[in-house]
C-alpha cells in the first residue's frame, strides 16, 4: 500500500474477527441478573475487560461465585457461534495478499481458542501470529499486547494498524502508538471514534475503502505519526 508505510495489521479477536459481542451480552446478562440485580446493564460495563479484570471489579474475595462463572463460561464458549464478521475473509486475504504480516491479539484463554480454531481451522494459516492471554503481562487497556505484536514482527508501531471494537482495546492500541480503526460492532460510534483514527462498521468494502484511504489520504495526515 502506498503512502503510509503499513507492515503490520493486528486484530483483536471478539467483536473484530468474530461475531461473538451479542453472545457475551446474552452470556454476562444472565450472571449480571443472577449476581448484581442491582445493576441492570452489567454486560455493558463489563464490555472489554479480561474475566480476571471482571473478577477484580465485581467478584472480588468471592472465589467459588469465580470457580462457578468460569465453569459456565467454559461451556459457553464450547458451544458459541464462531462467524465472521461480515467482509473479513475478503479484507484478511486482501492483505496477505498485499504482503502485509497479520496477527491476532486477544485476551482469550487457550480452551476458548481451542474452540475457535474447531470452528475455523484456517485461522491458524490466515495469521502469522496468534496471541492470546499468556503472550504479555498486562491486558488492555495497557498497550504491552500491541507492543509485543509489533516487536514479534520486528516493526515500529507506528507501522502497524489497530483493529479494535471495545473501549480498552481501542484505549490500548493508541497507547501503543498504533494507527487504530474502530469497528463499531460493540459500541456506537460516538464511543468509538474519539478513541480511533477512523471507524468502520464492518469489513464490508473495507479493502477498497482502506486502500484509497491509506494511497491518498495519509499525506494529510502526518501528525498522527
Known amino acids: 500500500m502506498e503512502g503510509f508505510d503499513f ?52 467478584f472480588d474475595g468471592q472465589p467459588d461465585v469465580q470457580a462457578e462463572i468460569t465453569r459456565r463460561l467454559n461451556v459457553f464458549e464450547a458451544n458459541m457461534k464462531y462467524n465472521y464478521i461480515e467482509g473479513f475473509p475478503t479484507f484478511i486475504q486482501e492483505l496477505r495478499a498485499a504482503g502485509i504480516k497479520t496477527a491476532i491479539v486477544t485476551a482469550s484463554n487457550d480452551e476458548k481458542m481451542q474452540s475457535v480454531y474447531r470452528a475455523h481451522p484456517e485461522l491458524l494459516s490466515l495469521f502469522d501470529r496468534i496471541l492470546t492471554a499468556k503472550d504479555y503481562a498486562a491486558s488492555k487497556p495497557a498497550p504491552d499486547c500491541y507492543l509485543r505484536a509489533a516487536e514479534l514482527f520486528g516493526a515500529d508501531p507506528s507501522a502497524c494498524v489497530v483493529f479494535e471494537d471495545s473501549i480498552n482495546g481501542l484505549k490500548a492500541g493508541r497507547a501503543a502508538g498504533a494507527f487504530v480503526v474502530g469497528l463499531t460492532t460493540t459500541n456506537p460510534e460516538e464511543k468509538v471514534a474519539p478513541l480511533a483514527d477512523i471507524t468502520m462498521a464492518d469489513f464490508t468494502g473495507a479493502n477498497h475503502r482502506l486502500h484509497r484511504f491509506f494511497n491518498y489520504e495519509f499525506d494529510e495526515l502526518n501528525e498522527f505519526f
Open 7 to 58: 507492515k503490520v495489521a493486528l486484530f483483536d479477536l471478539d467483536g473484530v474477527v468474530l461475531d461473538t459481542e451479542s453472545q457475551y451480552s446474552e452470556f454476562y446478562g444472565a450472571i449480571g441478573r443472577e449476581f448484581h440485580p442491582e445493576t441492570p446493564d452489567f454486560a455493558q460495563r463489563i464490555k472489554g475487560m479480561t474475566l480476571e479484570q471482571i473478577y477484580g471489579a465485581w
